[in-house]
């Protein structure tokens, strides 16, 4: 399940076991897990160019039903939500295909999703809203089988970063979930963070912070499973600038201006401080946001207040013990090897394709495979 937080509006990517693939995989799956499925198309449906589409280039070739038509029966009735608009889905669906199944087809090749990528992506327009929490659901994955994207009508597609992170990001998410389910990952993963993980209060950890005790992702620090799932997924889609922000953040100290043990789990943390009147005194130290922090043409680091006063800026010394940046990159590599190892997969080429492709891809182009359709 992926979802994000109404009040403060950042994503908080939830991937559950629900999406794992069954451990036992040696079953043969036949020609289609859609016997029942209508073979005629009617060529004056307004929908028959991207049906005709669908079935030539999902259907058929991965044996998956990219349901784009909400039912109410795959859904959740307890949440009120609404169908993708046929733009949309056509969007998401040539994206889909460019940026996730054509990656694979060429880097690992095309069976490979055939024989464990999902077999129903299902489309739905709306977010479903989890009023207990305050949360808005965005993906869901079911038993290796279903992925359901909530929110196609709010999507958009000349928003890569958007894209990554409220679609293709889950993607490779749960694939990575259905692949260690399917072959164990090294459990030398699992002994990296020992003891800091938090699967109740990470929704509202602070990611930067958390960059600097090994993970990748607030999300990643729930539980070591999605911290896997997790690592693979954001080294694939994080452009190069923003892999190393998360390295940055990783080799910063940080602290918080609160005493109260209760409330440094969730509180702000920072990577600068400053002393009161420029004064070095340990017990007038103030702590400012990076945002805030300026250099000056000598390298100098300083902050300006609202009444214009300038003072000099420092950094937060790192006393936690934890080199972040030597366990994320420990755990990038126990992933790199296990794909290399157990799948034949290239994570770097993986990554190099990925990168290539959300960063240079034509719309208007993808959107004529449907509407050239005859």
């Known amino acids: 399940m992926k979802y994000i937080k109404k009040f403060v509006g950042s994503l908080l990517l939830l991937a559950t076991a629900l999406v794992l693939m069954p451990a036992c995989s040696d079953d043969k799956l036949g020609d289609t897990i859609f016997p029942d499925i209508d073979e005629t198309l009617d060529p004056n449906s307004y929908s028959y160019k991207f049906d005709k589409w669908l079935r030539e280039n999902y259907l058929e070739q991965y044996n ?8 109410d029966i795959s859904a ?3 949440y009120n939500l609404v169908p993708a608009t046929y733009e949309n889905a056509v969007d998401l669906a040539v994206l889909t295909k460019y940026l996730w199944f054509d990656v694979y087809k060429d880097v690992v090749g095309e069976d490979f999703l055939k024989l464990y990528g999902p077999r129903v992506i299902h ?48 993607m490779h998410h749960e694939f990575s979930h ?24 990470w929704q509202d950890r602070q990611e930067s912070m958390l960059n600097s005790q090994g993970f990748v992702t607030n999300y990643a620090s729930s539980e070591f499973r ?28 940080w602290a918080t201006d609160t005493d109260n043990e209760e409330e440094r789990a969730t509180a702000t943390y920072y990577c600068y401080f400053y002393y009161t009147d420029n004064v070095p005194d340990p017990e007038k130290i103030n702590y400012v946001s990076e945002w805030y922090v300026q250099t000056d043409d000598d390298g100098n680091k300083y902050y300006i207040d609202n009444r214009g006063k300038r003072y000099d800026i420092y950094d937060v010394e790192d006393t936690d013990g934890i080199n972040g940046v030597e366990i994320i990159l420990k755990k990038v590599q126990i992933a790199r090897q ?3 190892d157990e799948w034949g997969v290239d994570l770097d080429a993986l990554r190099a394709e990925v990168q290539k492709r959300q960063l240079d891809y034509d719309m208007d182009a993808l959107r004529k495979q449907v509407y050239d359709m005859q």
């Open 64 to 71: 998956l039903d990219f349901c784009y038509k909400m039912k």
């Open 76 to 78: 959740n009735m307890n």
């Open 123 to 170: 489309l739905i327009g709306s977010p479903a809203y989890n009023a207990s929490s305050g949360s808005m659901i965005l993906g869901l994955a079911e038993g290796g089988v279903k992925v359901s994207l909530f929110r196609v009508n709010a999507m958009n597609v000349n928003d890569f970063n958007q894209m990554n992170e409220y679609y293709f990001k889950t």
């Open 178 to 201: 259905i692949l260690h389910q399917t072959k164990t990952y090294p459990n030398e993963f699992n002994t990296l963070s020992v003891g800091h993980y938090d699967g109740s209060n």
């Open 226 to 253: 999605e911290d896997f799932a997790e690592t693979i997924a954001n080294y694939i889609v994080k452009t190069d600038a923003q892999w190393a922000r998360i390295l940055d953040y990783a080799s910063r100290g």
């Open 338 to 340: 296990w794909l290399l």
